[in-house]
């Protein structure tokens, strides 16, 4: 532990130059470090998390009424905590609260720094906060980056000190949900470790707290806002932001207040107290300028002091022959600061500035600071403007003085405070891309340099040593965030997959969700890019328990029932048994009865635990419910059979729905035809028709006219319609079974046995009117008596006969009113 600003040490190693912070009480013999070496050589890195083959750390943790054990290898387990194992929160005494504060503040850097400059102009804004806040107000100030608004919140905070019971509490809302404060503020207030409570519990334990909570760089409104303010209704929130957050409701009791720029009589005092001396008039003049194109915001006149400061340290070494400027890691290693050298005289025979060059001061200022500075400088734009805390600037930029990097970065205005650590300042970024300059690939978006892999493979090493606590990683989440996404985008997938793994249960175990969240999302698409299945399958669990602590059944349902197909897929039985485990708990919470199935019809594992699913795996938690849920006096075995169908049981069902389905499809295609053959030739040709007809009125059978074919008469029926009427033991399109007859050429013969197939025809009309009323076959059938029967078409008659060299005929008796026997239909 660093006594000077409680940051951490990294761990002991047996080789330091692979990840070893330095240590700004203990001076190292070494002056240049060798490159990292990647985590998996490092025989005492521990992986902690899965990463490898050290020891994984299980943490066990309150989240409301579950009780999460975060497992690094098979993934997280989650189950029902009793009520008398959940802790009870407890006041903390204000001197804790202070001391909780003190440490979440980010630590000053080592090396030179700048000198102090005072709030100007700021006299009425800060005494009108004051009053609406002892009034119980709540208040927003809203201005630009640079503008000076956190100057302005601790100003207001120490004159509200001892205003309200609770005192003044501190939070941060750089890349903080409404949930992170809330809970940032319980954890602030109560004592109670490794506890994290659910809403109606939080809300109920906030309703009695009574402070004056400043949120500086807040990032929603809206209604997020007014929730916030709602479960915390006795706090009055002080509270900044850019313009282009969300404004308040246009019912919310917040006040608003914008933050203007200075006037340029407060432009030129704060330049004067940058360079500590007077300006001369060609300075004033050039400020003047300056003033104009920035709209008076403080921090460009912070960093055009820095460039007033260069200009006369190198007026005076070049009037001296000397060199006494404060540009190499020596003089950085020295601690002295570049205002300490410069003299009280201005360097007037060097020219100012462009106003281009003070407009975009990047560059510029970029080229005169140390080397050390420069490769840290790379580092932070290469992660999204986000720097490494100093204690891992050595081991990042190969320098056992890298850590005084960080205050010549703050010293000339290149990197401001936010939250627990630092960031570049606001346009830096841009400016070194738009310039071509440092680093400009990564600032572009282009592809990641080495600075990115580098970075991952240190927070790897680091995140999982067994030495390094939870907290601490927490405190380094948005410099792992932004490696994490260097990495997925600079195409390091598989550095990035290793990262997540590492860090993303260290900030469970931290009850930082957020930045839990935002890794186990990262990692899963990293490892999906990376074609790493098992490891989307671990991410997919994790957001599976996250999303059941948080309540979000449904969501948790979607990543568990993934997590189980990878792990499936991966014959992963360990892993799928707690997947199950988890989902099994999501629908029990969710209300459903069991067996629960998903929206597209597949079963949940809840009833697929049984050992026909998982031979030799006894579902123990899943029969007990079950047990308990049957009643006293019942059988469970019965209820589960009569209510849990397992999978083997609804395909039996299902097969046999279809088979019946099948049969009865057959059956009823072969009733239909049977019934309706008589009625099939419906194509016929006007010829045919007629000839029917004429032979109909002669008394004779209609035989076809087709030539080349052989026809069998059609049967007259005395007294029919042209719907016939079929005869007993006759078959539509079969062998007539009585001693049925055929013709060939006009010669009839008997038949022999019925063993003859004769083909389709349809009988006649007869000439004498029915005495019974007609019976229809087809609808197609024509309702009137005169019409001419329908005879077969050539293409629908085919004959077949068992005794081809044989045909058979059969002569209908004239006036007969009854079908002849043997006549096939």
């Not at 899963?524 to 059941?548: I, K, M």
Request: net charge negative.
């Amino acid at each position: 532990m660093d006594p000077r600003n409680g940051v951490p040490d990294e761990p002991n190693d047996e080789r330091p130059q692979a990840g070893e912070a330095a240590d700004g009480t203990l001076a190292l013999p070494r002056v240049q470090r060798q490159p990292l070496v990647p985590p998996a050589a490092d025989p005492a890195a521990g992986t902690g998390s899965g990463g490898g083959g050290g020891t994984a750390r299980v943490v066990q943790l309150v989240a409301g009424d579950f009780l999460l054990t975060l497992n690094p290898v098979d993934g997280s387990e989650i189950t029902t905590c009793p009520p008398e194992d959940r802790p009870v929160p407890v006041r903390r005494a204000p001197q804790e609260r202070a001391a909780r504060q003190a440490a979440s503040r980010p630590p000053v850097p080592p090396g030179p720094r700048g000198p102090e400059l005072p709030l100007l102009e700021r006299e009425e804004e800060r005494e009108r906060l004051a009053r609406l806040l002892s009034r119980g107000r709540s208040v927003r100030v809203t201005g630009p980056s640079g503008a000076g608004r956190t100057a302005l919140l601790d100003t207001v905070a120490d004159a509200c000190d001892g205003l309200a019971p609770d005192g003044v509490v501190r939070l941060s809302g750089y890349r903080h949900t409404p949930s992170d404060l809330l809970q940032e503020l319980f954890a602030l207030i109560y004592d109670a470790e490794g506890y994290r409570p659910d809403r109606p519990r939080l809300l109920e334990l906030l309703r009695n707290v009574g402070a004056v909570v400043v949120v500086d760089d807040l990032e929603f409104g809206g209604t997020a806002l007014e929730d916030l303010l709602a479960s915390a209704p006795e706090c009055a929130f002080l509270m900044s932001a850019t313009p282009d957050v969300t404004a308040p409701a246009s019912d919310s009791p917040v006040e608003e207040i914008f933050l203007p720029g200075l006037t340029r009589i407060a432009c030129l005092e704060l330049l004067e107290q940058a360079v500590e001396r007077p300006l001369q008039d060609e300075e004033a003049a050039w400020a003047a300028d300056l003033w104009f194109e920035s709209e008076g915001l403080p921090l460009r006149f912070v960093q055009a002091g820095a460039l007033l400061r260069r200009r006369d340290a190198q007026g005076m070494a070049s009037l001296d022959g000397d060199a006494p400027v404060w540009d190499g890691p020596a003089d950085a290693g020295a601690g002295h600061a570049p205002h300490d050298a410069v003299p009280t005289t201005p360097a007037t025979h060097i020219p100012l500035p462009s106003l281009a060059e003070s407009a975009a001061p990047a560059e510029l200022l970029a080229s005169w600071i140390s080397e050390s500075a420069r490769e840290a400088l790379r580092f932070a734009v290469a992660l999204g403007g986000e720097i490494p805390h100093q204690a891992h600037l050595p081991a990042l930029v190969g320098d056992t003085h890298g850590d005084a990097a960080l205050g010549e970065m703050v010293a000339v205005g290149l990197a401001t405070p936010v939250a627990t650590h630092f960031r570049l300042a606001a346009g830096v970024r841009q400016q070194l891309a738009a310039t071509g300059g440092l680093a400009a690939d990564a600032a572009t978006g282009g592809p990641a340099g080495p600075q990115a892999h580098t970075a991952a493979q240190h927070y790897a090493w680091w995140a999982g040593h067994p030495s390094v606590t939870p907290d601490r990683v927490a405190a380094e989440a948005e410099a792992i965030l932004a490696t994490l996404a260097a990495c997925r985008d600079g195409g390091h997938v598989s550095a990035a997959v290793l990262l997540a793994r590492t860090a993303a249960p260290a900030f469970a175990a931290a009850l930082h969700w957020s930045a839990w969240e935002r890794t186990l999302r990262v990692g899963q698409e990293a490892a999906r890019l990376a074609g790493e299945v098992a490891e989307e399958a671990y991410f997919h669990h994790e957001l599976g328990v996250l999303a059941l602590c948080s309540g979000s059944l449904d969501r948790a349902r979607t990543e568990l029932e993934a997590s189980i197909a990878l792990r499936g897929a991966l014959a992963d039985r360990q892993g799928t048994t707690v997947g199950r485990r988890t989902l099994a708990l999501v629908v029990d919470r969710s209300g459903s009865p069991a067996p629960a199935t998903t929206p597209s019809g597949v079963e949940t594992p809840t009833a697929g635990t049984d050992a026909s699913a998982f031979p030799g795996e006894a579902p123990a938690t899943i029969i007990s419910k079950r047990l308990a849920l049957s009643g006293p006096g019942s059988n469970p075995f019965s209820r589960r059979l009569s209510l849990t169908p397992t999978r083997r049981n609804l395909a039996t069902a299902g097969a046999g729905a279809l088979l019946a389905a099948v049969l009865g499809t057959l059956v009823t295609f072969g009733t239909t035809s049977n019934g309706n053959d008589t009625n099939t030739p419906m194509n016929v040709k006007p010829v045919e028709s007629a000839a029917q007809q004429d032979q109909a009125d002669n008394g004779l059978p209609a035989v076809s006219e087709t030539p080349g074919s052989t026809t069998a008469p059609s049967a007259t029926v005395s007294g029919t319609s042209p719907a016939a009427t079929t005869a007993p033991g006759a078959t539509g399109g079969g062998a007539a079974t009585g001693g049925g007859t055929s013709s060939t050429g006009g010669a009839s013969t008997p038949s022999s046995g019925g063993g003859t197939t004769p083909t389709k025809t349809t009988p006649p009309t007869s000439h004498k009117p029915s005495s019974k009323p007609p019976i229809s076959t087809s609808p197609s059938s024509s309702p009137s008596s005169s019409s001419p029967a329908p005879s077969t078409s050539p293409s629908d008659s085919p004959t077949t006969s068992n005794s081809a060299s044989d045909p058979v005929s059969s002569t209908p008796v004239a006036g007969d009113s009854t079908t002849a026997p043997g006549t096939v239909a």
